[in-house]
């Protein structure tokens, strides 16, 4: 029983790393984060201004009594209005 106890009690030996090193951040930690939060604040600004243009067509469409599926229609109508947004229409 005594031998079991010791066995127990006994430290093992770290493997892992150690010293004044372990445990810090790199840089490319910090790296990936400005990058994240580019990416966040990238895709927020690209679905407001998606959303901004959705709502502008959505009023157009129903002010001038125009389905607002029928792109076409919608586009022709916006353009002869001269309210088309000519800004070049996201890949995504």
């Known amino acids: 029983m005594l031998d079991t106890a010791m066995v127990l009690a006994q430290q093992t030996e770290n493997v892992g790393p150690l010293g ?3 445990g810090k951040a790199s840089p490319i930690g910090l790296l990936i984060l400005v990058l994240l939060a580019v990416a966040v604040l990238y ?12 709502n502008r067509r959505r009023l157009f ?4 009594g125009i389905d607002l599926f029928d792109e076409d229609a919608l586009d022709k109508a916006m353009e002869e209005a001269g309210v088309l947004d000519q800004r070049r229409k996201p890949w995504f």
């Open 20 to 22: 004044p090193e372990f």
């Open 43 to 54: 895709i927020g600004w690209a679905f407001h201004r998606r959303f901004s243009r959705m």
């Open 61 to 64: 469409a129903e002010q001038h």
